[in-house]
Nanobody, 123 residues
Framework: QVQLVESGGGLVQAGGSLRLSCAAS????????MVWFRQPPGKEREFVAV????????DYADSVKGRFTISRDNPKNTVYLQMDSLTPEDTAVYYC????????????????WGQGTQVTVSS
């Protein structure tokens, strides 16, 4: 059973940056590919980025490619999401998730989720 806890959200002006963290416990972190999803107000949860268990492979949604960077530190059991050049369209609750399969853009197969962290980008 993997427990995930996100942190690092907040209010930022358009063009600014934030770094989200997701700390894992209760399992072998390096067994899991780690994914960030987000859920904008009134919308479905959507895929943002994924990193493989070793950190050797990454993929991004087109909407964040070139602005967001996912990384992980396996000894610290933590995955990060560096978000630069933020726009109001990035406003959402951001969730991390874990899965042994690389990867699904549909949130349905993911069993392990954090509680989410709010990111608000003002114009």
């Amino acid at each position: 059973q993997v427990q995930l806890v996100e942190s690092g959200g907040g209010l930022v002006q358009a063009g600014g940056s934030l770094r989200l963290s997701c700390a894992a416990s209760g399992g072998t972190f390096s067994d899991y590919n780690m994914v960030w999803f987000r859920q904008p107000p009134g919308k479905e949860r959507e895929f943002v980025a994924v990193i493989s268990w070793s950190g050797g492979r990454e993929d991004y949604a087109d909407s964040v490619k070139g602005r967001f960077t996912i990384s992980r530190d396996n000894p610290k059991n933590t995955v990060y999401l560096q978000m630069d050049s933020l726009t109001p369209e990035d406003t959402a609750v951001y969730y991390c998730a874990a899965h042994e399969v690389y990867y699904y853009t549909d949130p349905s197969p993911y069993e392990y989720w954090g509680q989410g962290t709010q990111v608000t980008v003002s114009s």
